[in-house]
Nanobody, 125 residues
Framework: QVQLVESGGGLVQAGGSLRLSCAAS????????MAWFRQAPGKEREFVAV????????YYADSVKGRFTISRDNAKNMVYLQMNRLKPEDTAVYYC??????????????????WGQGTQVSVSS
């Protein structure tokens, strides 16, 4: 079982930055792909970024590529999302997600077994 707790959301002006954090429980953290998804009001949950257990392989949604960076600290069971040059369209609830142990990389939300409660990010114009 994995529990995920996000933090770091808030209100920021367009062009600003935020760093989201996700604290994970469990001893198998380093073997799991970790991802960030987001969901804006009235829209479906969408993929943002994913990172391999080793931290070597990452993928990003085209809408955030070059602005967002996913990283992890396996010693601390933490995953992060550094968000720079934020835009109003980045406004959403951001969720941290973990795949089952041994599962491969995925950008599909239904393939993630564990989810945090979400943290709100609001970007004003």
């Amino acid at each position: 079982q994995v529990q995920l707790v996000e933090s770091g959301g808030g209100l920021v002006q367009a062009g600003g930055s935020l760093r989201l954090s996700c604290a994970a429980s469990g001893r198998t953290f380093s073997s799991r792909f970790m991802a960030w998804f987001r969901q804006a009001p009235g829209k479906e949950r969408e993929f943002v970024a994913v990172l391999s257990g080793s931290g070597v392989t990452s993928y990003y949604a085209d809408s955030v590529k070059g602005r967002f960076t996913i990283s992890r600290d396996n010693a601390k069971n933490m995953v992060y999302l550094q968000m720079n040059r934020l835009k109003p369209e980045d406004t959403a609830v951001y969720y941290c997600a973990a795949r089952s142990q041994g599962a491969g990389i995925s950008r599909v939300s239904r393939e993630y077994a564990y989810w945090g409660q979400g943290t709100q990010v609001s970007v004003s114009s």
